[in-house]
């Protein structure tokens, strides 16, 4: 079956569609395409994102969503060939794990204007498991990565940093998943008003080079008891929006040397929970991937970890989020269970989404 997966994270950069043809338990990734969000509709999440707002402006944009996706679709399929079905997890603007969560992108726009079926609302289902609706790609690191003799933990550095840890010929109750903290989100905040909005992400750490690490802060952020709390546990732009910029900047220090400082969180809160597990590898994909400064970090605070890229083992390293959605979409199709309840907390598997049919 040829499916399409979408995915837009919490960094806010644009859309990612990946097609993808499974059969059974062979994934192929036929292409992958990102288009950039027009800037005007990425103020509006922004806004929407941030702080409480207006229900007619969530709203409006719900649609708005559905129509941006259903186009970043028919452009990949215009490339790639047509799909028979579309996953599609929707820009989250709002997430509280084993409490509540909201995804906006309308499926019925998706599908009216596509004419394939979608699955959507992928991690409302967990949280009325009792889960924290999210991590959701490690069903599809556990197809790809496990390995009969061989510890690893998959590393996506999106907006937000998460890891999926996969002992040696581990069964799929004994993968544990879990955010990390920040991302690239709060570096990607800091060059934009850096730069005046020319720049979306450090390309390269070029600007975090050229940054001291204000230490004295670094310590600070490192003190929140998020990092050393127990999993499963999830983080998003509650955490490490606004409000979080604003705290980093009552230290006083230049841009460059917050951009330096929040690059070494990434890393830093990414050491601090793969350490404990002793992966003998660590598998980066996503933004950050693209970031050596982070890589070197990683490399420095986790010696005894072998570092590779999702590349490495046929995964996009910029669209293995899309690609999993596309998964994910497929065992809900196939009406199976996707979730993994010892990533997510859940009571037990459940069968993830909404399916609008055409």
């Not at 079956?1 to 994934?27: H, K, P, Q």
């Not at 103020?43 to 708005?64: D, K, M, P, Q, Y």
């Not at 690191?141 to 550095?157: A, K, Q, W």
């Not at 390293?317 to 309840?341: C, H, M, Q």
């Amino acid at each position: 079956m040829r499916v399409a997966g979408v995915m837009s994270g919490t960094s806010l950069d644009g859309i990612d569609v990946a097609i993808v043809e499974i059969a059974g338990r062979r994934i192929a990734t036929i292409g992958v395409e990102s288009r950039p969000y027009p800037e005007g509709v990425r103020r509006r999440l922004l806004g929407v994102s941030n702080a409480a707002t207006h229900t007619r402006e969530i709203s409006r944009l719900n649609f708005l969503r559905g129509e941006l996706y259903a186009r970043a679709v028919e452009r990949a399929c215009g490339r790639f060939g047509r799909v028979e079905l579309i996953g599609c997890h929707g820009q989250t603007i709002y997430h509280e794990g084993r409490c509540h969560t909201l995804q906006i992108g309308e499926a019925a726009v998706i599908a009216e204007r596509t004419g394939v079926p979608v699955v959507s609302g992928f991690r409302t289902r967990d949280i009325a498991a009792g889960g924290e609706g999210a991590p959701l790609v490690p069903f599809l690191d556990y197809l790809v990565y496990r390995h009969p003799r061989r510890s690893c933990i998959s590393l996506n550095l999106g907006g937000i940093g998460n890891i999926t840890v996969i002992p040696a010929a581990a069964r799929p109750e004994q993968v544990i998943a879990f955010d990390t903290g920040p991302g690239n989100m709060v570096i990607d905040q800091l060059v934009q008003e850096y730069t005046g909005g020319r720049q979306k992400f450090d390309r390269g750490g070029r600007i975090a080079r050229q940054g001291r690490v204000n230490r004295k802060l670094l310590d600070e952020l490192l003190s929140d008891a998020y990092y050393r709390r127990k999993p499963p546990k999830t983080a998003g732009r509650e955490q490490y929006g606004a409000e979080f910029i604003a705290r980093m900047k009552r230290s006083g220090s230049p841009l460059p040397d917050l951009i330096a400082t929040a690059t070494v969180l990434t890393a830093a809160t990414v050491a601090i929970s793969a350490r404990p597990y002793r992966a003998q590898e660590l598998i980066v994909s996503g933004g950050g991937a693209h970031n050596p400064q982070i890589l070197a970090h990683l490399a420095a605070f986790l010696p005894e970890t072998a570092l590779a890229t999702s590349a490495d083992y046929g995964v996009d390293i910029d669209g293995k989020e899309a690609i999993a959605f596309a998964v994910l979409a497929y065992e809900t199709w196939r009406r199976r269970g996707s979730n993994l309840p010892s990533a997510t907390g859940a009571r037990h598997a459940v069968i993830l989404g909404h399916v609008t049919y055409v």
